[in-house]
């Protein structure tokens, strides 16, 4: 089964091949974030009109890659949500317009399935059952995976996500958007030990996270540098190594938690934040101490792409899943 994944949730276009005899053949991502930049986020018009722009471009691309023809496709899949709404227009659109003109069934998926499953895409994937960790920019969740499709929630933020938590610390210390891996980068910098900053809501039982009371910390932090007058590079430094080890321990003392009350051995760590470095330090030092095993994708599969769609999509084809003839476009979607 030969399925075309696109991926347009947000501000990358990224469409791939996926054969369930031959795994992955071709890949291309479209990043507009030089385009975004300039506004200090993501500026929803402007990401529809750019997949616009780069969707069909790149479909032939992988196609063409990977010695394919548009006949030769099985499936078409698409993400159907969560994500912004003009963003997911377009690549429900191209997807069941595909689907039309081939004949062939079209697969509206989660976005979230989809990071869950892409560390599926590697040499070692995990085996069913084990824990996921979800950090992207608008998730953090805990979810026991038994299965494709079987999926329980132990538990998520209640309020910002870490990755959207990594963008405004970014914001606040000044540097540009997306901010996580420019903060986890200024942190390489930092002194270990200069500022201690709280670890929310692991003084208590529970799965659940909160990162905006550390966010208003880091704020405050940073005005109280400034109104010192000592707020140079170096402590703009210590402040992000800081926060991001705050992150990272919240991360891991949960997940320790949750594989301890799940009994599993396999954590998977998937969505933006999981190409975060130092959260991977700290969680492989964890697992090694319950004997157990994590697992991520490799980092350009962390963040949006093709891949982990047409690897969900086929899954789901494969379970004889199909869609009707309407575009899914569903921004605010729990898995
Ligand atoms: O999964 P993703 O590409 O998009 C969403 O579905 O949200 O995740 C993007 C998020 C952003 O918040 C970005 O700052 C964060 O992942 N991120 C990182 C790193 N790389 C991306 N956060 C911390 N460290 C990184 N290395
Ligand atoms: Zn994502």
């Not at 969560?82 to 069934?105: E, K, N, R």
């Not at 069913?128 to 494709?148: C, E, K, N």
């Not at 998937?270 to 090694?288: D, F, I, Q, W």
Request: net charge negative.
């Amino acid at each position: 089964m030969l399925v075309l994944g696109i991926e347009t949730s947000c501000d990358e276009t990224g469409v791939a091949l996926y054969d369930s005899e031959r795994g992955l053949l071709a890949h291309a991502l479209f990043s507009q974030i030089d385009m975004h930049a300039d506004y200090g986020g993501v500026v929803p018009e402007l990401a529809s009109r750019d997949h616009v722009r780069k969707l069909l471009p790149l479909c032939d691309e992988v196609l063409a890659e990977a010695g394919c023809s548009r006949q030769d496709l099985d499936a078409v899949a698409y993400t159907a949500g969560p994500g912004l709404i003009g963003a997911l227009m377009v690549g429900g659109s191209v997807a069941h317009a595909l689907a039309l003109a081939l004949d062939i069934p079209v697969l509206g998926v989660h976005h979230m399935e989809g990071h869950l499953l892409a560390p599926m895409l590697e040499d070692q994937p995990p085996a069913f059952p084990f824990v996921a960790l979800l950090v992207s920019g608008g998730h953090t969740q805990l979810v026991r995976v038994d299965g494709i499709g079987q999926y329980a929630l132990l538990g998520e933020s209640v309020d910002d996500a870490a990755g959207e938590a990594f963008d405004k610390t970014a914001k606040m210390l000044g540097l540009d958007y997306p901010g996580g891996p420019r903060v986890a980068k200024l942190a390489e910098q930092g002194r270990e030990g200069c500022y201690t900053f709280p670890r929310p809501m692991t003084d208590r039982p529970g799965l659940d996270f909160s990162f905006s009371g550390l966010k208003t910390y880091t704020l405050n932090t940073i005005n109280d540098a400034k109104a010192a007058g000592a707020l140079d590079d170096q402590v703009r430094a210590d402040i992000a190594l800081a926060f991001e080890t705050a992150v990272v321990e919240t991360l891991t003392i949960k997940c320790r938690r949750a594989l301890e009350a799940s009994g599993c051995k396999r954590l998977v760590v998937a969505g933006g934040v999981s190409a975060n470095k130092r959260l991977r330090h700290g969680l492989e030092t964890m697992v090694k101490r319950l004997r157990a095993e994590v697992f991520y994708a490799r980092p350009e599969f962390c963040t949006d792409n093709g891949a982990m769609i047409a690897y969900a999509g086929c899954q789901r084809l494969m379970a004889g899943q199909r869609d009707g003839d309407r575009i899914i476009a569903v921004p605010r979607w729990p898995m």
